[in-house]
């Protein structure tokens, strides 16, 4: 990394250090970085430092870089307020890093690939013996209704009996340190594009805020995710085929998935490029039918074969489903994951690591209320306005009450609705999120909360990720960090104190993987995926779908 700015600061060192020197963390919360009488903790000590010589301006020009940069690459997201219009804008990477050390990540990780093993197990047994039901650990009323709940794929082993391929479990951080998981991803977890161009981005826009420390590297990502799925595709004659498969421009994430797409060099497709013939999947190329063997999938299950599922879906590919029950294709993440992430299941998460592991949870849950008792329901009605309250089905923050920050009229509508359809909510107590400085409007640091997105991927074993996404809330005081509602992101640095265990291996060669035998065994949000869904019904439906060009490796459609 270069040091320029140490060599020429873009403002004086007088002038820059009492904007640093000002912060103050807000009690009662933990700041990550200062201590609450505003000495910077030992880890960020260099940092702090760091940002004393870039100075206010510096913050600002680095900002413009930023943004001009992401909206000529592409780097964006959209966002809407209220239900109206969406609106297109730069990525929102703040540039003050969250420093994580050593030990803090090797207990989070531990934790999490604790918790991704008994959500497996979990996925398998719901679809088959169901014994964590027969032992009355989970009420089986709960796994039924639950909406991802997939009949459909029911009795289908997949290769490995891997099913949570890619997870991102949700964590915060309380107020007396502690980590706890607010909420599992293993249907469809997006983001993972972010964090390795936030990293990218950090580096080139202000480098010699790496300058005193070893930072764990995360471009190996693609590397991990491509071993994975090669490791469950089934066998080929020669090198497994792997694509990645999106629903289309129109997805707000359409940018991870050609991202993702381009650094491991497969195909990205849609559902016009892929066809099923005798139980097989195939994608259309300029020369013929050419077989896949494993899928990434970016859509959800309600829309993947409308022989299975939504029988309106044109996003989907018919018959696919009796493909994947063939076994002559992988899919990640496997149908019907997504009753494994639901809200109310979520609760049994400690019970599942203690039936299927026969070990004590590493990472805590929050303390979670299902509405669906009626005890429980009256506890809750009666102190809504000290609790958050979520729907069971939803995410992205949508419809997320936290009872603290609502008014009088919001609270008696909330009370009403809970009400009237209980089982579709739960209630949990408001968690002390964390905070980290957060360069403001006039490159002023202030105080914001904070939560961490750590990815893993599951193949052979489970690999994750050093660090992950810091999701922010932008706005003074609020806790609501998702991006579709005005959230932002930062860059999560994992300091190297010596352990090899999360470093890049070696690159993925061009060769032939070890194949699978070819047994029988016996998702972004749906109301985008509908909007999307009306966009292809209004286009022609006898315009002929054009060949694939077999393009070389890590080309974008």
Known sequence: MTRRARENPVVSSEVQAPEVDAYRPQAPFL??????????????????????RLGPE????????????????????????GGGPTHERPFPLDLVPRVLSGQEW??????????????????????????????????????????????????IRPPGGVYTHVAGCDLVRHSDGTWKVIEDNVRIPSGISYVLENRAAMARLVPELFASYRVRPVDHYPQLLLRALRSVAPSAESEATVVVWTPGP???????????????????????DLVVRDDVLYMRTTRGL????????????????????????????????RAYRAGSVAIANAFGTGVADDKAIYCFVPD????????????????????SDPEVLEYVLERVEQLVVKPTGESGGRGVMIGPHADEVELQKMRRVISTHPERWIAQDVVRLSTVPTVGPDAVLQPRHVDLRPFAVFGERIDIVPGG??????????LIV?????????????????????????????????????LRYGEWTGQQQQQQQQEHQQQSQHEPHPRRQRRPPGSLS
């Open 31 to 52: 700041d990550e970085l200062f201590e609450l009488d505003g000495t910077p903790r030992p880890t960020a000590r260099a940092l702090v430092e760091e940002l004393r």
């Open 58 to 81: 510096g913050l600002i020009e680095a900002g413009r870089r930023r943004d001009a940069i992401f909206m000529q690459q592409g780097i964006t997201f959209e966002t809407s307020g």
């Open 106 to 155: 090797r207990d989070i990780k531990r934790g999490l690939a604790q918790r991704i093993r008994a959500l497996n197990h979990f996925v398998d047994d719901v679809y088959h013996a169901r014994e964590i039901v027969r032992e009355g650990l989970v009420p089986w009323r709960l796994v039924a209704s639950c909406p991802q709940f997939a009949r459909a794929v029911h009795g």
């Open 250 to 272: 129109a997805n707000p994430a359409y940018f991870e998935h050609a991202f993702l797409a381009r650094q491991m060099g497969v195909e990205l497709v849609e559902a016009s």
């Open 290 to 321: 050419e077989r896949a063997h494993a899928v990434y999938r970016r859509l959800d299950d309600d829309f993947v074969d409308p022989l299975e599922f939504r029988s309106d879906s044109l996003l989907g590919v018919p018959g696919l489903v």
């Open 352 to 371: 599942m690591i203690r039936f299927y592991l026969g070990e004590e949870p590493i990472l805590e849950n929050v303390k979670t209320y299902l509405l």
């Open 469 to 478: 996404l810091t999701r922010v809330a932008l706005e003074e005081g609020s």
């Open 482 to 518: 998702n991006s579709s509602r005005g959230g932002g992101s930062k860059d999560t640095w994992v300091l190297e104190d010596g352990d090899d265990a999360d470093r890049a291996g070696p690159p993925i060669a061009d060769t032939q993987p070890p194949a699978l035998p070819d």
